[in-house]
Structures are given as C-alpha cells and as structure tokens.
C-alpha cells in the first residue's frame, strides 16, 4: 500500500470512528485547513526564522496534512496525480529560462 | 519509492532548476502555504457547498500539498511519521466515548 | 478627534507601553492580522451560521482590527481614504446593472 | 458623524445597491475576510519587508477594513467599543512589568 493511502486510511478510521463525517462537508473541511495553517503560521510569528518551534511546525504541519488528505478523500481526488499534474502546469508557467534565480520575476512572471 | 518521497524529489527538483531555494526559507514557504489554502477556500465562498468549483479544489489542494512537501523536506520531517503521530495524540486527546457523534461538544472537548 | 484616531492612538499607546514596535514590522503584522482572522473563522467552524460563539466574534474582530489599525499606522494610511478610494474603484468593477442580486456573477463578473 | 460610522453607512450602501446582502452571512463574511488577509501577506511573500508593494498594501488592507466592517454591522457591534475592550484586557493578559521589550515573552507571557 502507498504512504498516501495509508495516511488516507488512517485518517478516515479516525473520523468515522467519531461519527465526524456529518460535520466534514468540503466547505468547512477548506475552512479548518486554513486555520491549521495559520497556526502553523504562528509559529514563526515575530521570529526571524532560525528562532522557529520545530515541534510546533510538526504538530501543525501534521494537522494541514490531515485535513488537506481529508478533503482529497472527500471529492475522490488522487493527490499524486493532481500534484504531478499541477507541477506540469508550473513548468509551462514558469519556464526555467525565465524564472531562473530572479526574486523580482519570481511572483511576477 | 513511496509515493510521498516520489512527490517530494518532483517538487524539490522544480524548485532547484529555477534556482528557488533562495526564496524558500520556512517562514515564507509557511506564508504561501496559507495564501494557497486561502485560494482553496475562495472555492467554496458565497456557495453552498455544492456549487463549488471542483477545478478549482484540485488546482489550490495541489499548491497546498506542495508547499506543505515543501516546508517538511525543509525541516527534514518524515511526513508520514509526523501525520501517524498526530492521529494517535488526537486519539487521546478525542476518546471515541466523549467525541461520537456530537457537534457541540467536537470544537469544545 | 475621529474615532479612527481614537482608536490609532490607544493601540499605538499600549504598543508603545511594551516597547513592541521593535516586533512590528509590515510582514509580521499583516502575519499576524491572518492568524486573528483565521481565529475569527473559528468560530464559525463545523457550525450552522446561527450557532456562532458571538463572545468570540466580538473578541477575534477587535483583533482584526487592531492589526489593520497597526498596519495603517506603520505605512501612513489614512484608512477612511483608502477605505472610500477602494468603493469607489469596487463601484466600476462591479456596476450596479451587472452585478445586481446575482450570485453566480458576484464571483466571476 | 463618527469615520466609522461613515465608512459603515458608505460600505452597506454599496452592499444594499447590489443587492448582495443574501450572500453577507457571517460565515462568508469571515472567510472573505481571511481571503483578503490573505492577498495582504502575499505582498510581503518571499520579500523582505522593505520590497512591499505599497499599492497592494493600500488595496488589501481596504478590503479587510471592508470586510471587518461588514462583520461588525452583520452582528450590531459597536467597533469603537469592542476595540477599547480587548485594549483593556490585554492591558491585564499583558502587564507592561512583565511584556516590556521582550521578543521571547511576547508570545509566551
């Protein structure tokens, strides 16, 4: 079995042993996501970045993880095949020729 | 090769081809994980959530997986060991006899 | 004195009091007004729109407003100009006859 | 007129006009807010703070005064007032004896 697919499962044994599933429709599925990145967000708050929680950033970070599987499972979605297919459709957006080692160009591309 | 270590060389090889790694300190990886699971979340705003743009869900949840590989391969953290982790302290801390089933007491416990 | 100014003058204060301009620079704030909105968000999460926690909007809404407030201050604002300036620029984007009651086209005029 | 109450008046006209007030329930309010927080950090991403974008700066953070606004009106909050409370208790959650000029205390008093 994949280590996404176990993931997947491990994360929905938790849920429906909860009953949780009534609550995790994908609106509120994105919602909690984003939140869980903000917390991981906060880890780095008024800190230069050497100054960061490392186990904050793993809890929190496993948290995104969890919801971000959540709602692949929830609208059927193969997350290696979007992610694959995403870093296709970068490659067409960001050639490297042009988006080599350029901060500037970098978000303006 | 497991399927989160096959996603995480394709991210970190399109990352270094454009020589990104500059820009790719934790905090800001951290910052443009959240942007993206904001634009995940414009999705579903001002919808029920059955008017929601799935192309969209799959575009945005793909950016998030990546930056989320991202900010793990940063901080060397073994993503399924963090996320298996986090469940079994989340099994502790939602004992199945006090979180089934129940809305009010699942954000509360 | 108008309210904003009231209200720039008291956060400004008690910042002050703390020696914590030091902390408050652009990016952290903005950081940290995303963290207060996602707090926000919170109380809306997993829950019918009239089951909100009101005690917590009222807290996490001053939050946002106190971050906004400290943005403003930081780069000069004078928030009820850009505020007035932004309607405006919204007014021609979205005109009435085609923006009117449509929430389909709300997102996508 | 208070600027508040002039931002207000000006931002539910805008609302009433359009006729979008079907769409401005609290829970949308609160997640258009976090999007536009969110398009506030992206003028800071992989930047340091000095290479802001101004303009977008000015733009977003009208957009989050906007929304902010909205929240406030939705639920009959007295913004003027909800900000002078939260001052007045984290003026006890955080005494300047023990908050002075101190990174690390900062966020763990």
Do not use: C
């Amino acid at each position: 079995m994949s280590d996404l697919e176990e993931l997947r499962k491990a994360i929905v044994k938790f849920t429906q042993e909860r009953d949780w599933d009534q609550f995790h429709n994908g609106k509120d599925l994105a919602l909690a996501l984003s939140i869980e990145a903000a917390e991981l967000n906060e880890a780095f708050l008024w800190k230069e970045v050497s100054e960061v929680n490392l186990e904050k950033v793993k809890e929190e970070l496993a948290d995104v993880f969890n919801y971000a599987i959540l709602i692949a499972d929830k609208y059927d979605l193969d997350i290696r095949q979007i992610v694959l297919d995403k870093i296709k459709r970068n490659a067409e957006k960001y050639p490297v020729e042009k988006a080599y080692g350029n901060a500037k160009k970098y978000n303006e591309l």
